[in-house]
T-cell receptor, first 115, second 114 residues
Framework: DSGVTQTPKHLITATGQRVTLRCSPR?????VYWYQQSLDQGLQFLIQ???????AKGNILERFSAQQFPDLHSELNLSSLELGDSALYFC??????????????FGPGTRLLVL | AQSVTQLGSHVSVSEGALVLLRCNYS??????LFWYVQYPNQGLQLLLK??????LVKGINGFEAEFKKSETSFHLTKPSAHMSDAAEYFC????????????FGSGTRLSIRP
């Protein structure tokens, strides 16, 4: 158990809909990262937040957005969903104080299926 | 641009045999390199990481990896495979200039034959 929690575990929805994925980082971690894992794209970095502020951006679509709240939990919002958005979405956290060499601790993921 | 290439999407070894998973990287700045393991229906777990200290890095579960700058490689090895090692393994790269972005390889599925 990494200490990172993600809800829900599974999500089934229809095209055009909007969903929200939630992540709670390990106690004391200030950074939260979101990743998408799909069969065709592999594991891709989406976005990072550090203490409430956006820190780094990867291959995140404009239809997707994220935020980190004062209690440090984070939400990833996916809108106008398409079939191709079906994937496993991981959240990871780190202390956020040592930069890119830090160990990131991954949650169990949310499996999204868009029908 | 930075990239990670994992050679072999599927590797199968016998129980007790040497495990060798290959990873090559490309980076114009000194890299930080990681190996992660993903068991079925679980998240990723860090096996080991290289952050410019010792070139031979020891990780959990008996795994180790050697950073070879001249070969731009960071191959993962384990002397003796165990059935519980069956999983997907990801090599990953970041750098001080990548603002905490990690680039993952495509993964190698390791199967262990009894």
């Amino acid at each position: 158990d990494s200490g990172v929690t993600q809800t829900p575990k599974h999500l089934i929805t229809a095209t055009g809909q909007r969903v929200t994925l939630r992540c709670s980082p390990r106690s004391g971690d200030l950074s939260v990262y979101w990743y998408q894992q799909s069969l065709d794209q592999g594991l891709q970095f989406l976005i990072q937040y550090y203490n409430g502020e956006e820190r780094a951006k990867g291959n995140i679509l404009e239809r997707f957005s994220a935020q980190q709240f004062p209690d440090l939990h984070s939400e990833l919002n996916l809108s106008s969903l398409e079939l191709g958005d079906s994937a496993l979405y991981f959240c990871a956290s780190s202390q956020g104080t040592s930069g890119s060499q830090e160990t990131q601790y991954f949650g169990p993921g949310t499996r999204l299926l868009v029908l | 641009a930075q990239s990670v290439t994992q050679l072999g999407s599927h590797v199968s070894v016998s129980e007790g045999a040497l495990v060798l998973l290959r990873c090559n990287y490309s980076s114009s700045v000194p890299p930080y390199l990681f190996w992660y393991v993903q068991y079925p229906n679980q998240g990723l777990q860090l096996l080991l990481k290289y952050t410019s200290a010792a070139t031979l890095v020891k990780g959990i579960n008996g795994f180790e990896a050697e950073f070879k700058k001249s070969e731009t490689s960071f191959h993962l090895t384990k002397p003796s495979a165990h059935m519980s090692d069956a999983a997907e393994y990801f090599c990953a790269l970041s750098s001080y200039s990548s603002a905490s972005k990690i680039i993952f390889g495509s993964g190698t599925r390791l199967s262990i034959r009894p």
